[in-house]
């Protein structure tokens, strides 16, 4: 983190944007939000479920379905992340 003249902290990520509300990056806040509601919809569904594949059929709690389709997609998001094209210039 480095000060700059108006007394005012910017850390690595945010010397671009600049943006933060009380020294935290809108991007930190952002994630928190959505964890939170993240975790609020997952127990908020908490009865059990039958999923049917192709061949076979699975009784589970939705919750736990949920929870893995955030994390394959969260997997999907961080693995793809790279491949976006800057489309600004």
Same mark, same amino acid.
């Given at each position: 983190? =480095?000060? =700059?003249?108006?007394?005012?902290?910017?850390? #690595?990520?945010? #010397?671009?944007?600049?943006?933060?509300? #009380?020294?935290?990056?809108?991007?930190?806040?952002?994630?928190?939000?959505?964890?939170?509601?993240?975790?609020?919809?997952?127990?908020?569904?908490?009865?059990?479920?039958?999923?049917?594949?192709?061949?076979?059929?699975?009784?589970?709690?939705?919750?736990?379905?949920?929870?893995? =389709?955030?994390?394959?997609?969260?997997?999907?998001?961080? #693995?793809?992340?790279?491949?976006?094209?800057?489309?600004?210039?």
């Amino acid at each position: 983190m =480095t000060k =700059t003249s108006g007394d005012t902290t910017t850390g #690595a990520s945010d #010397a671009k944007s600049g943006r933060e509300i #009380a020294g935290v990056p809108i991007r930190v806040i952002g994630i928190g939000i959505l964890v939170v509601l993240a975790v609020w919809f997952l127990l908020a569904n908490l009865d059990s479920v039958k999923i049917q594949f192709w061949i076979f059929s699975v009784t589970a709690p939705l919750w736990i379905v949920l929870l893995g =389709t955030l994390i394959v997609g969260g997997i999907f998001g961080y #693995a793809f992340k790279g491949r976006r094209v800057n489309r600004r210039r």
